[in-house]
């Protein structure tokens, strides 16, 4: 089986709510990564078999399929597919993943993919109402967690415990993190120490010792790294949900450094993927 490789990546900074992001609309944000995925990659725009993006909100500008308007917006060619996934904050981390497996499954030679979010232009959304003339429906805004909720899973969470092995369904990304936190036993400190480490450069580390944080598994977390870097490395997932980021992926053109299989000091196997919000 083909083994899949970063080719190069980028990412646009990440911005505060309402800051100076505010005037740039998604699907531009993410345009403009693909766009500059694929030259820092050195890649010819025809060679691109598919774009793959994540996106969790998908309630305003990124609407309907945000990979696919990054394609064209990038002036990519109009033959070039591309498809969106949700998986709320793990999104980026999926779009990766999935580029991987066309990789590896030799549907696809090189897949450019990363994510977009922008909750500052996130839309108010009003519900339609259920009869004829009737007053409007309730309104809520997109920017963050849980709207227009299944009334099972409200009453649910009415009658479920506080603690954190307790069965709530409708929790925001900020107490889902929490909540895991505490099931798998990861400190403040092993977080704080595992995003610290994951933003050095990779030009710190000698040629044949990666750091012993790197996960090999896309199913392990790993928190986005603070600056842009032409990668070099074995295909590993990336979560983006705060800013625009791309990464573009190929089968191996030469000759690239394996992954180890450790995992980042007192950092316990969790079968849930957790990654940063906005």
Same mark, same amino acid.
């Given at each position: %089986? ?66 696919? %308007? ?8 109009? @033959? ?38 922008? %909750? ?22 997109? *920017? ?14 009415? @009658? ?12 925001? %990304? ?12 990861? @400190? ?79 950092? *316990? ?10």
């Amino acid at each position: %089986m083909p083994e899949a490789f970063l080719v190069g990546g980028v990412r646009t900074p990440q911005g505060k709510y309402g800051g100076a992001l505010a005037g740039v609309r998604p699907d531009d944000l993410a345009a403009l990564v693909v766009a500059e995925a694929v030259r820092r990659g050195g890649l010819s725009p025809d060679a691109i078999d598919e774009v793959v993006l994540g996106a969790a909100n998908q309630a305003g500008e990124d609407n309907r399929n945000v990979a696919r %308007m990054a394609v064209l917006l990038a002036g990519l060619p109009d @033959t070039v597919p591309g498809y969106t996934v949700n998986r709320l904050c793990a999104s980026g981390l999926t779009a990766i993943a999935s580029a991987a497996q066309a990789v590896r499954s030799g549907e696809a030679d090189v897949v450019v993919a990363g994510g977009v979010e922008s %909750m500052t232009r996130a839309p108010w959304v009003m519900a339609k109402p259920g009869t004829p003339w009737a007053r409007p429906g309730e309104v809520v805004d997109t *920017s963050l967690g849980w709207r227009f909720r299944n009334p099972r899973f409200v009453a649910a969470d009415k @009658t479920a415990g506080t603690a954190p092995d307790d069965r709530r369904v409708t929790l925001s %990304m900020g107490e889902t993190a929490e909540e895991v936190a505490t099931l798998d036993g990861i @400190t403040r400190a092993d977080s704080d120490a595992f995003a610290a480490t994951s933003a050095r450069s990779p030009r710190s580390t000698p040629a044949g010792s990666p750091p012993s944080w790197w996960p090999c598994r896309s199913r392990t977390a790993r928190w986005r790294p603070t600056r842009s870097r032409a990668a070099t490395r074995p295909w590993n997932g990336s979560a983006s949900s705060a800013r625009s980021s791309g990464t573009a992926a190929s089968s191996p053109p030469g000759r690239r450094r394996r992954c180890p299989t450790a995992r980042p000091p007192s950092w *316990s196997p969790a079968p849930r993927p957790c990654s940063g919000t906005a």
